[in-house]
């Protein structure tokens, strides 16, 4: 298995168990986590990654049903690889589709940088799902 592909394979894996330690062992110590759409805070460091998305998966009224890996590109720089994904996040009984692209810079084995870009709407709806169960979710 390629690095790139246990790297792929282990992040989805810990999307799927909602395991921020899984993620977080994912990345360099000195790592960069960005989010360019929806306006939140880059996470600086493995440690941070690890804390934030376990403050962001606790808070979430969501359990992860499914990680697809819908395409995975490669190109001229053999460090960075983009990941196209849909995760569907099941609240209740509505089932939400959550789109998004990773672009992940790869160095000796682990992620050293991720921009982020998900869905802002779709998450919206996951964190308001348990309070609004009456709108249609895909």
Do not use: C
Request: hydrophobic share 40%; net charge negative.
């Amino acid at each position: 298995m390629s690095t790139i592909e246990k790297i792929v394979t282990g992040y989805h894996a810990a999307m799927l168990a909602k395991s921020a330690d899984a993620l977080a062992d994912l990345y360099a110590e000195d790592a960069e986590h960005e989010f360019p759409f929806g306006g939140m805070p880059a996470y600086q460091g493995r440690e941070q990654v690890r804390a934030g998305y376990r403050a962001a998966w606790d808070a979430s009224p969501g359990r992860v049903a499914e990680v697809r890996r819908v395409a995975v590109h490669t190109g001229d720089d053999p460090e960075v690889v983009v990941v196209e994904q849909e995760t569907d996040v099941v609240v209740g009984d509505r089932r939400i589709t959550v789109p998004g692209v990773i672009v992940l810079r790869i160095k000796d084995g682990v992620i050293v940088h991720n921009r982020d870009y998900l869905d802002v709407s779709a998450v919206a709806r996951v964190l308001t799902s348990d309070q609004d169960a009456g709108e249609g979710g895909r």
